[in-house]
């Protein structure tokens, strides 16, 4: 019923979820410019969110196991290399990513990016979505 | 850790609601041809939703905020200039956009595009997604 | 392994939707006062709503069927008689229930009630829930 | 329709959120035992959520309003006492209810009930349902 | 702030999910009863359904470490117990509670309980939701 | 207000359910492999999910209808060609398309896209999203 082969690529998406403290701030600044700027996420003794992340692989199908990937090892992947190293830690301070970089949502989705793209083989296309509430939402690479 | 700068672009997106009444008809048409168009969606004493609002804006990061846009001034602009003039009103007859243009989800989606549009910044890119139920979903520009 | 009959009873849930305009006042008020207690909700062409109701019906299961009641008979009977009465009406103009009553939540949910009540075995208890928006939500009985 | 008045009370609900930091752990116990017993929840650092909290009253319907709470009421005393106190801070170091008391959810729920038991109408029963994450939740009282 | 030990009691309650095949009819009736009473449920080559399931235990809250339960000692006997054995499972084939006894939500949602009794310390009160679809949900004990 | 037609397209998209058993295997292969690849979704007895499919239509809006597409008309010929022949069947036994294919999730979307292109014009652009589990989910075309 299907003799040929797709002509079209396929993505598949896998979502995760983890907890983190943070806070918003630019060192360099006065208190007054930081409040201003980021207000109540400026907060000195840390707030927190529950992220949702959702981790999309674009490629082909393969047309024996009729995977773009394993959905198990896509997990396994963002279990030990983002969750692993994100969830139920302040960014500021226990991670290695935001000593010098701001952990905005659009600045962690960028890492997550960046620590996930030396994972997974290059032909697949890779996009991060992080949900940082239900009603905040940022994309990497748009 | 991340010492150049991305070189792809970032989406945000940030979600608001209103609640509205309308109706479906087109004033030319014969009563006949409304219903058999638009069937229960042309009651003529209005019906109406919970409309779930999602903006997304595409650009670049700030290199020191980390912020494409701030998604508090986000959503005071969509409070202001959509969710005021929308939210708790009667679509066809309260508002301004509705006169000679009928409110379905696809031409709600395009007048919020442009309501929005003059606000943000034309290097912004800028896209509506607007939920009428939680079935049905118009974007736009697609 | 189950010899026994379960001695607790238990509940079964149906969800149904339906998009309804209304508006919320109380004619023998001022306009004033109407404005002052029902503000927005006050407006003259109305407003509208995707309610989500939850039917809640609790009683014991049959030993041969394992049924509480059969949810195609409940959804059934909900389509019948408050979907299709509800769905994309004017709650204040289109139907019967609410010319004397104010189309509050908690009301339309003592109403569906009412109206479903007669329908349902009376050795069953009935529950209604319903949500006017994501964050409103009324339950009756309580 | 509805001539006589009900005899059931009805409950009304409002959702409202708030995103906090806290860190679980006794002062009193060791590392190990607070390790132990608390896992990563005791990062000295904090981590955080988006909390979910949902107010119920139940009483009973006014006859002419057709409420039992108004829901506007509701939300901004909500605001006022509970998301003005913890939302975008720490509850272990910015709120003075977590100096003697561990910041649990269970915790934090009976503490948004007492603080708002005092603002609420003694006749109307109060609960209070918390979610720390989409799959963890509280109720006071059960 | 919180001198007095509370006299409520709490519920906490844990999601989890499985995801299973299973067929509904009584081999005692004929096809014919079988169609008339359950409908495509009964389809001989068997469906299936993402079960969601909410275990809610209500107690007292211990006064020093704030739980009336610890969530991930909960969430790790669900999985044991219930996940380990229905989770990419036939129900009706691969499980040794369906043999005699239909799986309706109802009766899962019970055996469930059963099963679960026998893990949890008596004085803890037990409740068992379960998602069938979005749309139908059991709950036992009502 | 809206003089001018709009340059840009618009996508509108319907959600609707179907209701599953499947199993994954590739029968040229030994158990072990099967295993090794598939895991427990290789379960010789089929396992089941709640599929949610989101269906997308982008064209031109109708400057008349507002539409376009009229989503009842997309409703029922998903319902017709889709959720009629899927929902409640065994994907691998009871329906045509899965006797040489895998019924993974991206070939289910694929083979939907295939029977839904051959319905719908082909000026408006096709593409499909299956959710198998809320946190799994393919597009095609990605």
Not at 10 to 37: G, I
Not at 50 to 61: A, D, S
Not at 105 to 126: G, H, S
Request: charged content about 25%; some cysteine.
């Amino acid at each position: 019923m299907l003799n040929s082969v797709s002509q079209h690529k396929t993505s598949v998406s896998r979502t995760e979820n983890f907890n983190s403290a943070h806070r918003l701030y630019v060192p360099e600044w006065s208190d007054e410019k930081n409040d201003a700027v980021f207000g109540k996420c400026n907060n000195p003794n840390f707030h927190g969110h529950n992220y949702q992340l959702i981790v999309t692989l674009t490629g082909t199908v393969d047309s024996q196991t009729g995977y773009v990937y394993d959905m198990k090892v896509l997990s396994d992947l963002i279990k030990e290399h983002v969750i692993g190293v994100f969830d139920h830690k302040n960014l500021n301070l226990d991670t290695p990513y935001f000593k010098d970089l701001i952990p905005t949502a659009e600045n962690i989705a960028r890492i997550i990016w960046e620590i996930l793209r030396e994972k997974i083989e290059p032909e697949l296309e890779l996009k991060i979505r992080l949900y940082e509430t239900e009603r905040n939402c940022v994309e990497y690479p748009a």
